[in-house]
């Protein structure tokens, strides 16, 4: 049994059941000319998790811990895609577009993958999701319990959509869910401060927070 420094209180944690979820650090929401610029965004901002997500995954990596990584992106044929959000506001380009990492947010472009600083390692599951929810329409529930986790370790962009709406669903599903605060970004720095209040308040109503380092410590310890 371990126990992580957390909001609104300290995270007991089981090794075995622990593992870290890394959402969508893809090129099409980190790089310019993808997805997350296409819709108006200065991608920058997104770059400011990446020095605690790489020390997250080097220390589950370190620890024997699995690691699960995920992408947002649809079929080539984009019959996963709904309407709804296709034609949804005015992006320069829309998925499925051509840009200049292939078509916007589609499975095998270089856009849909995982920047290479953050590059899943071979046996890590990667987990392709159409929907900001990486249960909906996913194995990721098989995953988790052909992993046997219990408690998981949210990284990833961006904090309020894709994160919380992961967090949100393992939360109903039982999961104990702590998001790793610095390990995670979004184009709006007050959507991130207002979700890290979103998901501690009312005694943690949809989990848990921590800086990286109070991980890593409750990991070495
Ligand atoms: C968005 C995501 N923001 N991964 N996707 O559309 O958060």
């Avoid at 998790?49 to 020390?55: C, G, S």
């Avoid at 900001?132 to 046997?148: D, E, I, N, R, V």
């Avoid at 869910?177 to 308040?201: N, Q, R, W």
Wanted: aromatic share 8%.
């Amino acid at each position: 049994m371990g126990v992580i420094a957390a909001q609104p209180f300290d995270f007991p944690f089981e090794p075995g059941q622990l593992g870290l979820v890394m959402i969508d650090f893809q090129r099409d929401f980190m790089e310019p000319g993808g997805f997350g610029e296409s819709l108006g965004n200065d991608v920058s901002l997104l770059r400011n998790a990446i020095p605690a997500a790489q020390a997250l995954l080097a220390g589950f990596r370190a620890a024997g811990l699995p690691v699960i990584h995920t992408r947002e992106c649809h079929r080539p044929d984009l019959s996963d895609l709904p309407a709804a959000k296709r034609d949804r506001g005015n992006p320069r380009q829309r998925i499925g577009d051509p840009g200049p990492m292939g078509r916007i947010l589609v499975a095998g472009e270089p856009g849909a993958e995982i920047i290479p600083e953050l590059r899943p390692q071979p046996g890590e599951p990667v987990i392709d999701k159409p929907g900001k929810g990486a249960f909906y329409a996913t194995g990721f529930a098989q995953t988790l319990s052909q992993l046997g986790l219990r408690q998981l370790i949210f990284a990833g962009v961006t904090t309020e959509v894709c994160v919380q709406t992961t967090m949100r669903e393992a939360n109903d599903r039982g999961f104990d869910c702590l998001l790793a605060t610095d390990a995670s970004e979004s184009y709006f720095p007050a959507f991130k401060a207002a979700t890290v209040e979103m998901i501690i308040a009312q005694g943690g109503i949809v989990g848990w927070a921590a800086s990286s380092g109070a991980i890593l410590e409750a990991l070495d310890g």
